[in-house]
């Protein structure tokens, strides 16, 4: 799927016009910092870690349940002529019938344990549905632009994103020390427009190496899958041949990010700064005796630990 330039500076504009700004909650949680030694690379997460997020990650894998307003208000805007509009609700339970389904079907035919959908997929699966019981006055056969515009105006309004305090005070410092920058992050197409609408470049253009930019709906896997993390292994050592002990994984699940990470030998920091999106996961048996590197609550705290 690709974007042309003109439609790309529409959907970011579309981004910021349907952002607010949001504010972390605390958590109450002490922070654990220490000085961690020959640390050449952080790689961060995106939804909770770098970015808040209204459901605390992506909307797929923490939907927050005002999904049939987010479709309803997201096809008036994409048909504002169509008098009968599709019934929001009903709307809603097709789409994430969708999800659930294109992910199980991945899993049977290739085997991927937790798949990751391509969101325009969806949405071409749910024109189909309404198209099966006839419903009058939508595209049988939508268009990539259309699909893309009305995915943006359904996760905007869903699941809300705003850059966590000090984000880009952090990456500069944490460039002047000449490490290098990464994000690996469940994901879709639109996540890596959220941050150039937010800061005014593209992921690769100021901060990050696009070699150790992994995103989920590229790899066509997501977290807590031991080979997504694993793509970060191989990429840190065939480009910039970095042991796994070189490099500090920063995120705010115990299960999605610090399991994983601490499974390839990476240093890591659990993200403690915002009350949405913080998971301890402490029933699950995966996390059971795995104890982060470092606990911080403010961004910048990553500034004087490596």
């Not at 909307?59 to 805007?77: C, H, Y």
């Not at 006839?134 to 699909?147: A, H, I, Q, S, V």
């Not at 696009?210 to 993390?229: D, G, T, V």
């Amino acid at each position: 799927m690709s974007t042309s330039y003109s439609l790309k500076q529409d959907l970011l504009k579309r981004i910021m016009e349907l952002s607010e700004p949001l504010e972390p909650i605390d958590t109450g949680v002490k922070p654990k910092l220490k000085k961690l030694d020959e640390i050449r690379a952080v790689v961060f997460d995106f939804y909770g870690t770098m970015f808040m997020s209204g459901t605390g990650d992506t909307m797929i894998d923490n939907p927050m349940g005002n999904e049939a307003k987010a479709f309803e208000e997201a096809f008036k805007t994409i048909f504002p002529d169509l008098k009968n509009q599709p019934d929001p609700k009903k709307g809603a339970e097709i789409y994430k019938k969708a999800i659930l389904s294109k992910k199980a079907s991945i899993k049977k035919k290739e085997g991927i344990e937790f798949p990751e959908i391509e969101i325009t997929d969806i949405w071409k699966d749910v024109f189909r549905e309404y198209e099966k019981i006839e419903f009058k006055g939508l595209p049988t056969d939508p268009d990539d632009e259309m699909l893309q515009r009305l995915t943006i105006e359904f996760e905007m309004r869903n699941n809300p994103t705003w850059p966590m305090p000090d984000l880009e005070e952090t990456l500069e410092d944490l460039k002047e020390k000449e490490l290098l920058l990464g994000i690996l992050s469940n994901s879709q197409f639109y996540t890596p427009m959220i941050y150039e609408a937010h800061t005014g470049n593209e992921p690769g253009q100021n901060h990050f190496d696009l070699n150790l930019c992994i995103w989920s709906y590229q790899e066509r896997m997501c977290k807590p899958a031991l080979p997504f993390h694993g793509a970060l292994k191989h990429a840190l050592l065939a480009h910039f041949h970095l042991m796994p002990d070189e490099i500090l994984y920063v995120g705010n699940d115990m299960l999605k990010d610090i399991y994983p990470a601490h499974h390839y030998g990476f240093k890591t920091a659990l993200f403690a700064g915002d009350d949405r999106s913080l998971k301890w996961r402490k029933d699950d048996p995966k996390v059971k005796g795995i104890e982060p590197d470092l606990i911080i609550d403010r961004l910048h705290q990553l500034v004087d630990c490596v």
